[in-house]
């Protein structure tokens, strides 16, 4: 028989040891599933590897796909931290988007000094509106923000495709001959271009150092301010926050638009790193809200262990649509994620607990003899 | 101007209330899972990826095997599975529930697992080779209002009927029943009775998560009978807010399905009819999902105080030596 007892102390290295053993589970538990569907394991894994990690144009790649997961992953590690279960990253990033390329077409034919900061802001301001929706639903009315987040972003994918497809608005392309024929956005101009940091042979996106950036900020504010304090303190336990008179609603407010401006900032860097123009079929198509959940998970909510695994992930997800074909279907990306998140939740119990092995009764025999 | 040249049954309510019954039967099989689940006291966000499994195990087993019945069961299974899944994490492994449900949905859903079977199985594509149509006698389908909104309707809709009677007897009038509202309302007090609750939790989780693959084969072996990636698009998601509306009574769950089910028969109605055709479809489109947000909002305004319903111990693991 197996008996679960609660841990008086966790010792460190399990944080470190579990999160590791999750991993390597997960993997074996993936390689049962592909060998189930007639695939060989150790091929697909030798190419995963290859084409995420295994030379500096794989790694240039990877930091492309990094560059959302790291934003939405922190817009879902600052929510869940306050066990506000924002899952409307991936709406929040569109509207991001759509601001912020709003702001770059309007803006282009300034400098990049101006245009790219604004670009940031009217991302974040995009973010941080759609996200109080469910926040100021959840602060004054209790509704359930799992839910209301997450039906924005049917709804916000909805908006995306309108303003391109099926409007002459201010960001679809009218002008161009394909245009005509293909429904497109304006391209950018030069110099709402984001720049790009060019070290030994790798490209790191502005956006990707902007988001190393936001992490620390988040770690500082959550773990060296009051504010950051609070927060925690409403997450673990809201009685006691609200006994000692700290100001939930406003927190839920706060906390959600702070969320909702770093995936705002991610679709941001989406228009200005990347695609330079306002893309809904690639951007709905990619569900890097979704991702953000599982990294933010990964990550206990930690901002610096969520860059790490946004850029493991990252590499998982660029191998994914790299290699996507007959012998290496699409979906795979999604169940492995799965599976490392199911992993990890399932260590999470040694963390806390001690598994014994054997009978309660046998133990008490043990210890009188 | 309602009434059209085809007579009553050709009137646009009248369409819309069909097109409410089609649409909200998946709804109310995964409405019903989840209500089952969350009396236990288990909270299942992979609502939606259990149905999209439930929706591509379906239509393989359809073409395969030919049969719309094995099928069903096929997809019952797949869907019970995945539920399998977060039941051991959650029950077994005390995991946070609402974090392991949305690992099954990502796990499962439409960038998951049954993307992956549908590539795999080579599904997409196919023409389905049986789907649920209506077999009732052309007489009776034909009637006047009743005809098109109740009987012209595939067999999925009334086994969806005799569902919604057998949950809500089974959870007022047996013994069983009356356990399971037992373990969802006091784990501890349950336990004391000698209630299995590990058991009643694993059980209701299962079958919930069964109902739930039906009710994503609903939209593979009838509505739109094919197989593409996200077939179900959030139906899953409004279920889950179905329930709530419901205040987790399952006879609630029928009014509000075709609540929500009219809401998503919607834009293809208008579509189809040319009914305002200068409003862009991403309007109605988005219809269901905006009237979700309203629908929580009032139940929740109304239901704040004393939480109409929920199951007490929803969300929380059962720990007999920590209670």
Not at chain 1, 5 to 13: D, K, M, V, Y
Not at chain 2, 43 to 58: I, S, T
Not at chain 2, 195 to 216: D, E, Q, S
Request: net charge positive; proline share 4%; hydrophobic share 55%.
């Amino acid at each position: 028989m197996i008996r679960f007892e609660r841990r008086l102390r966790q010792p460190g290295w399990l944080s470190v040891a579990v999160p590791v053993g999750s991993v390597i589970v997960a993997f074996g538990l993936m390689t049962l599933v592909l060998l189930a569907t007639g695939h060989s394991p150790g091929h697909t894994f030798s190419r995963l590897l290859d084409t995420g990690f295994g030379s500096k144009v794989a790694i240039n790649e990877t930091f492309v796909s990094a560059t959302p997961l790291l934003f939405t992953g922190l817009c879902a590690a600052v929510a869940f931290r306050m066990q506000l279960f924002n899952i409307g990253g991936e709406g929040q990033l569109y509207a991001g988007a759509i601001l912020g390329a709003a702001a770059g077409i309007a803006l282009g034919n300034h400098s990049g000094w101006l245009s790219v900061p604004a670009m940031i802001v009217a991302g974040a301001v995009g973010g941080a509106a759609l996200a109080l929706v469910p926040a100021i639903l959840r602060a004054f009315l209790s509704t359930n923000e799992i839910i209301t987040s997450l039906m924005l972003n049917y709804v916000a994918a909805l908006v995306i495709n309108y303003l391109i497809f099926d409007s002459q608005s201010y960001w679809r392309d009218t002008s161009s001959p394909t245009a005509k024929v293909f429904p497109q956005g304006k391209n950018l101009p030069e110099a709402a271009n984001w720049p790009l940091a060019h070290v030994g042979g790798l490209y790191l996106p502005f956006g990707l150092l902007l988001g190393v950036v936001l992490a620390a900020v988040i770690w500082v504010l959550y773990t060296r301010t009051r504010f950051g304090f609070e927060v925690q303190v409403i997450g673990d336990s809201p009685r006691a926050a609200t006994y000692a008179g700290m100001r939930t609603r406003r927190k839920i407010l706060a906390v959600m638009a702070l969320s909702g401006a770093v995936a705002g900032i991610g679709g941001a860097s989406q228009d200005g790193d990347f695609r330079h123009t306002l893309d809904p079929r690639g951007l709905t198509a990619a569900g890097y809200g979704y991702a953000g959940i599982v990294i933010a998970a990964l990550g206990r909510y930690n901002p610096f262990a969520v860059c790490l695994i946004a850029f493991l992930l990252g590499g998982l997800q660029n191998a994914g649509f790299a290699l996507q074909g007959v012998d290496f279907p699409s979906g795979l990306v999604g169940v492995m994620q799965g599976l490392i998140l199911f992993c990890a939740l399932g260590g999470e119990l040694l963390v806390r607990y001690r598994v014994r092995l054997g009978s309660r009764g046998a133990q008490r025999a043990e210890a009188t003899a | 101007m309602l009434v059209a040249a085809g007579g009553i049954n050709n009137a646009v309510l009248v369409v819309v209330l069909a097109s409410a019954v089609v649409y909200g039967t998946p709804l109310l099989y995964a409405a019903l899972g989840e209500l089952l689940a969350e009396r236990a006291g288990v909270l299942n966000l992979g609502v939606e990826g259990m149905m999209l499994v439930g929706a591509v195990m379906g239509f393989w087993a359809v073409q395969r095997t030919g049969s719309l019945l094995l099928a069903i069961g096929v997809a019952a299974v797949a869907g019970g599975a995945m539920a399998l899944i977060h039941a051991f994490l959650v029950v077994t492994l005390r995991a946070n529930q609402i974090v392991s449900g949305l690992a099954l949905t990502i796990f499962a859903g439409a960038a998951g697992l049954s993307s992956y079977l549908g590539n795999d199985l080579n599904l997409a594509d196919q023409p389905a080779k049986h789907a649920f149509s209506p077999f009732l006698p052309r007489s009776w389908r034909t009637a006047d209002v009743v005809g098109p909104v109740l009987l012209n309707q595939s067999a999925l809709v009334y086994a969806s009927w005799v569902c919604v009677a057998l949950v809500a007897v089974y959870l007022s009038r047996t013994r069983p029943g009356l356990n399971l509202r037992a373990v969802g309302e006091s784990p501890a007090a349950a336990d004391a009775m000698g209630i299995n609750v590990v058991a009643y939790r694993y059980v209701h989780t299962v079958v919930g998560g069964a109902f739930a693959g039906v009710g994503g084969a609903c939209f593979s072996l009838a509505i739109t009978p094919q197989w593409v990636d996200g077939l179900t698009s959030g139906a899953g998601w409004i279920a889950i807010a179905l329930v709530i509306f419901a205040f987790w009574r399952p006879t609630l769950c029928l009014v509000g399905a075709y609540f929500f089910g009219a809401f998503s028969g919607i834009p293809f109605t208008f579509q189809a009819r040319g009914i305002l055709s200068g409003v862009p479809p991403e309007l109605f489109q988005s219809l269901p999902y905006v009237m979700t947000v309203v629908v929580l909002v009032l139940v929740s305004s109304a239901g704040a105080r004393r939480r109409l319903g929920a199951p007490a111990s929803l969300g929380t693991p059962y720990v007999r030596e920590e209670r």
